[in-house]
């Protein structure tokens, strides 16, 4: 976090934006008016030109910050790549700071644009004079810059270059607000090098990594897909083929390329989230082995900041619990439910899917509950169905506060709840969320309504049975209708699920 705190660079730095949001993961808050006063003085060129954005794209036009070096002194991550960086150093920097800038100035500006607008108009710290409100600049540099961002981006539907297009990838999946605006050309992208990755792995497509396969592009590529929360089956391939990619060092590389910081970390960043047999000790001492003496990690020059805080936040979550840092794909528009706002039965048949194609999540022990509702009939009856909607609602929200948990609602009046693997088992969770419930539902509807409690079935499976302990307790759970105690709420452990 030190070195990221020092930051100093000049206003029109390519990768400014990228250095805010590099600061504000790390809990930093560098003053985001001024940035975005600054861009509001620039002039902006034709659409396919070097100024088509607000910001600077490379450094072309102006120097490299102290962190960065000079130009002359950056040396590619892989070795094999120096000459192609020598023929024409700033299309060689455009390779990661193009990808990094419409992700990142895409967040930043969906971010500042929605918040809360006090005034129409403020001060200018740059210029002294009147201008629109930081979420009024914000929201109108998107607009202007959206049509531009996304041209940009489908550059990448191309497959031109595998690992430059799957870092764009790679660079949304970093960015939830980024991924969300621009999923129609990151789904295309992965439609682009998902046939390709059947075996469980990208190769590459140009000079000098044709036909080598690559744990960069295909770590990218898993990135993609479990932000997307699409391709479960492939996702769980890829993720298979990486835990075999680990050198003895703990890092990553491609072909007989030397082991590297950039390539490490989208592998790790998989394998952490979603690889129970993965040990990230490892990969943690060897990525800290390759900090710098002012606390940078480094690729090529121009990307430090961004990349030394992706993997600072690395390093904390490889700290935790496998249950703690699970990576549970996004659901997606397809798969999850529009009453409650949970995953869908789709996304749980898509998540077994992801469980089956991947070995070490389908030997995992994962927590796993049947809930169906006591008295909603009767709720729905006497107070309508749109109050039945909002209680399915409460009861979803309600759930989705249990930690390490996906909450998925298989129908009507009926829940699963999936622990992440490895974790504590759902009993106590359950009961006492059974003890606080009746309050919790009587404040938000009123005292005279018929009360509506949850009823659950708990136990744990190994993850490749997910799908069949669904069945299992699905039909038991009937047992415990005619069961009296708690108001008929009842919860049952049956342990190991057969």
Known sequence: MGALAGLSVLADEPMRIANVLAQRSVGLQPDVSRLLAHLNTRQLGASNSTIRYRWELSHRRCDPPAYAGPIENWK??????????????????????????????????????????????????????????????????????????????????????????????????????????????????????????????LEGTRFPFHGVPLVSATAHLAAGLLALGTEFGLLGRLVTWLSRAIQPCGGFRDGEEPTDVLTTLAAAQVLAGLDPSFNPAPTAAFLMSKQDRQGFFRALGPEVPWLTALVLIWLRQAEQQFWQRFHWPHPNDSNTDRKTGLAGFTYFLELCDLIAHCPCLATATMPFAFIDLVGFRAFNNQCGQDAGDQALEACAAALEELPGVKIVRDGGDEFLVIGAPGRNPLMGDLVQLRADWPAKFQARFGPDVPLVRMRALVGFVAGKRLRDARETLGRRIGELKNVKENHGAVIRDIGAIA
């Open 76 to 201: 590619t991550w892989r070795p094999l790549e120096q000459p192609v960086f020598e023929q024409d150093a700033v299309v060689f920097e455009e390779r990661l700071t193009i990808p990094i800038l419409i992700a990142d100035a895409s967040e930043l500006l969906d971010e500042i644009a929605r918040q809360p607008t006090p005034g129409h108009v403020r001060l200018s710290l740059v210029s002294g004079k009147a201008e629109p409100a930081p979420p009024l600049l914000a929201a109108a540099m998107l607009a202007e810059a959206e049509p531009v961002l996304r041209k940009d981006l489908a550059f990448f539907v191309q497959m031109l270059n595998a690992w430059v297009d799957t870092f764009a990838l790679f660079c949304l999946a970093q960015r939830p607000r980024a991924m969300a605006r621009h999923r129609p050309i990151a789904l295309a992208i992965t439609a682009s090098y998902a046939s390709a990755a059947q075996p469980g792995y």
